[in-house]
């Protein structure tokens, strides 16, 4: 059974730069058909898709987030990673990270953080 | 990208059979049979309840199916059950190579 975890800071100042990690454990994290994905839900709202990359560092990225955001990947840790610059308070959600096979759809999620944008 | 479009609220009574549509484009839903349904009990994380349209993975109750004609994709939940009252949303792989959610539906069971 694959599990994620996601970790990283719980406030996140505007204009900063907001940084969280996945740590997958007890499955294969570089299988040719895993792709790595964030998701993310502000309180009350629907989900929005951010962005996933493949083992090989290979990215898709929302378009509407395009600009702010960079994905990264470490197999040797099985982990993966999401760096989303310039924050605004619209920015405040639940942030997860789940497992895309053949980058189609979300079979495994992490519980979810959630990241508040305030000073 | 546009979210996918589906109704706010659906409800039902125990016993009966509920339709949740989701509409995109001829650019997501209507390209690719690639369609998947969450559900998501309040305060809990997104479970995947049907994939590739029609597809339940194992676990999941044969209560649930999915179908597609044309651009709008629907999930339908046969014999409600108090414990099926939940967020619903669609997703669609699309023509860029992205991912698009709908904007989810609440299933009331009456």
């Known amino acids: 059974q694959v599990q994620l975890q996601e970790s990283g800071p719980g406030l996140v100042m505007p204009s900063q730069t907001l940084s969280l990690t996945c740590t997958v454990s007890?499955?294969?994290?570089?299988?040719?058909?895993?792709?790595w994905s964030w998701i993310r839900q502000p309180a009350g709202k629907g989900l929005e898709w951010i962005g996933h990359i493949y083992r090989g560092g290979s990215t898709a990225y929302n378009p509407s987030l395009k600009s702010r955001i960079t994905m990264s990947i470490d197999p040797s840790k099985k982990q993966f990673s999401l760096r989303l610059n310039s924050v605004t308070a619209a920015d405040t959600a639940v942030y997860y990270c789940?497992?895309?096979?053949?980058?189609?759809?979300?079979?495994?999620w992490g519980q979810g953080t959630l990241v508040t944008v305030s000073s | 990208q546009s979210a996918l479009t589906q109704p706010a609220s659906v409800s039902g009574s125990p016993g009966q059979s509920i339709t949740v549509s989701c509409t995109g484009t001829?650019?997501?839903?209507?390209?690719?049979?690639?369609v998947s349904w969450y559900q998501q009990h309040p305060g809990k994380t997104p479970k995947l309840i049907i994939y590739?349209?029609?597809y339940r993975p194992s676990g999941v109750s044969n209560r649930f199916s999915g179908s597609k004609s044309g651009n709008t994709a629907s999930l339908t939940i046969s014999g409600l059950q108090a414990e099926d009252e939940a967020d619903y949303y669609c997703?669609?792989?699309?023509?860029?190579?992205?991912?698009?959610f709908g904007g989810g539906t609440k299933l009331t069971v009456l």
């Open positions: 001829s650019a997501d839903v209507g390209y690719f049979n690639y």
């Open positions: 590739d349209v029609r």
């Open positions: 997703s669609s792989y699309t023509i860029s190579g992205t991912l698009v």
């Open positions: 007890g499955g294969s994290f570089s299988g040719d058909n895993d792709y």
């Open positions: 789940a497992r895309m096979p053949n980058s189609r759809y979300f079979d495994f």
